[in-house]
């Protein structure tokens, strides 16, 4: 697996992911239960990754959508 994008808005994660499975995509997302130790404040990032042969594609897909990577 390899990261494909990190925010700390939950609807970018949720966004993305979508639009992912809509082109056949497999992602995952990680550390989405961060708000517990967090306080749910929205500081720390969640991250979403996809299969490492799938990055290239998954990278096009959000640049085409205008999401930034947060890299």
Do not use: Q, W
Not at 24 to 30: A, L, R, S, T
């Amino acid at each position: 697996m390899k990261e494909l994008l990190r925010t700390t808005d939950p609807t970018v994660i949720a966004y993305a992911s979508a639009l992912l499975k809509g082109e056949d995509i497999d992602c995952f997302p990680v550390d989405v239960h961060m708000s517990v130790l967090e306080g749910s404040i929205g500081v720390l990032p969640r991250r979403l990754m996809v299969r490492e042969e799938d990055h290239v594609r998954a990278e096009r897909v959000m640049r085409d959508n205008e999401i930034d990577l947060g890299r």
